[in-house]
């Protein structure tokens, strides 16, 4: 299940907007109406897997039986593929993905054969680092990355993004970090930062 909708009648980008754990189709909608972003089509897609207490979930599994993940990967390429037949560039496709949603986006974006224009992972982590950058593809490396993280976050700590910006350096991403007077959220003082991200390059 997904949703959609344009900020014009003729958008140049298309951000596909990732929702955390627990979350739903509607659950990203408050974000995509307050960032205001221009000339843009959204897409807001519902995780294939049901979350053991409430809503829907990217990742499926437990760390003891492992994670099943290839269902939510699938999804996002097939939106990618269903966005490029309708005209937009790889380079003009984003995501933006919060909280387990923010992993998603790291963890689909680093292992395709092509780049993207770039992915927003706001309060998010890399779970398993060494399989991660074992996985990261050459061809995936032009793709530019806005890791944003809230100081106040005691959900997912800040740290977790500083690590992740460490890990992308290295593998030679282009990476930018902000962290923002905020909790486990979308913070609002991001709307500009992610407006420049999106618009400026």
């Known amino acids: 299940m997904k949703t959609s ?3 014009s009648n ?19 909608d408050p974000v995509t ?13 519902q995780a294939p897997f049901k979350s053991e207490k409430k809503g829907f979930t990217w990742f499926q599994g437990n760390d003891k039986i492992g994670w099943e993940v290839e269902k939510s990967l699938v999804l996002i390429q097939s939106i990618i593929q269903d966005l490029t037949h ?10 933006l993905g919060f909280s387990q949603g923010a992993c998603l986006s790291m ?8 780049s993207l224009g ?7 982590f890399i779970k398993n680092k060494n399989n991660f950058v074992q996985d990261a593809t050459n061809n995936s490396k032009k793709t530019k990355i806005l890791l944003i993280h809230g100081n106040k976050d005691e ?16 593998l030679g991403y282009k990476v930018n970090l902000k962290i923002l007077s905020a909790r486990h959220k979308v913070p609002l003082k991001a709307r500009d930062l992610i407006h420049n991200f999106i618009f400026k390059y």
């Open 118 to 124: 770039g992915i927003i992972p706001i309060a998010g």
């Open 107 to 114: 963890e689909f974006m680093i292992r395709q054969d092509y």
């Open 155 to 170: 959900i997912i700590l800040p740290d977790e993004s500083q690590k992740s910006f460490k890990i992308f350096q290295n």
């Open 86 to 95: 309708q005209g937009f560039k790889l380079n003009e496709i984003f995501l």
């Open 33 to 45: 109406k307050s960032l205001k972003l221009p000339d843009t089509l959204w897409i807001i897609p």
């Open 10 to 28: 003729s958008p140049n980008k298309a951000v596909i907007a990732i929702h955390g754990w627990t979350g739903d189709v509607t659950s990203m």
């Open 5 to 7: 909708f344009s900020t």
